[in-house]
């Protein structure tokens, strides 16, 4: 199965409203955990990170908080603006041990902003 | 900070011809990776590269292969283009002492194959 599930998409919101975006993972131990962000037209940048259990991501208004015991790092934003559409993906790192570095990636979720 | 370039933004190219997508990154990473990006599919990847010379096939690499004679350039090959290789195209790279650390990507090649 997927290494990283996340809600499907299409998701259209009106600005400020409140966000979250589902991420749950399977891995082997506690990989690194990231959502990344993709504007229209460009290639995907970091949005925020944790590194291991209990962390907090936080970046732009962002945030996300690894769950290991749901094995979960949902996305939420409290107050969406019309500039925060884009395509979120959530990814896992390599399992612990790994020197490669690669990333398992969610299928991705469209966010659309209306004002 | 770190600069991923991938040569072209947008390329069109015709069934079986042969098309070769570059990338360079200038921080001197020793791992590469290629991803390809389609609707509700995310991304999946091609091939990477922990060294010059090296290469390890990804899940989805027939079709493609690779080449990386210099630690800064990875290049993407598709030997002989097909339709249903018409996609965005993503490199990345990261340092091997580093790899629970975010990757680091370029802009993205889109692909058309007519």
């Known amino acids: 199965g997927d290494s990283v599930t996340q809600m499907e998409g299409p998701v259209t919101l009106s600005e400020e409203a409140f966000l979250t975006i589902n991420c749950t993972y399977t891995a082997t131990g506690y990989p690194s955990l990231f959502w990344y962000v993709q504007y229209p037209g460009e290639g995907l940048q970091l949005l925020l990170k944790?590194?291991?259990?209990?962390d907090k991501g936080s970046n732009k208004g962002f945030e996300a908080t690894y769950r290991k015991e749901t094995t979960s790092f949902h996305l939420e934003k409290g107050s969406v603006q019309v500039s925060d559409s884009a395509v979120y993906f959530c990814a896992r790192g390599a399992d612990r041990g790994s020197t490669l570095g690669r990333l398992y990636f969610g299928r991705g979720t469209q966010l659309t902003v209306w004002p | 900070d770190v600069k991923v370039t991938q040569s072209s933004r947008y390329l069109v190219k015709r069934t079986g011809e042969k098309v070769f997508l570059e990338c360079v990154q200038d921080?001197?990473?020793?791992?590469m990776f290629w991803y390809r990006q389609d609707p509700g599919l995310g991304l999946r990847l091609i091939y990477f590269s922990y060294d010059v010379k090296m290469k390890e096939k990804g899940d989805i690499p027939e079709g493609y292969s690779v080449s990386r004679e210099k630690k800064e350039r990875f290049s993407l090959i598709l030997e002989s283009a097909s339709t249903n290789q018409t996609s965005m195209y993503l490199c990345a790279s990261i340092r091997r002492d580093s790899p629970h650390q975010p990757q680091h990507f370029g802009d993205g090649t889109r692909l058309s194959i007519l």
């Open positions: 921080m001197d990473h020793e791992n």
């Open positions: 944790a590194t291991k259990a209990d």
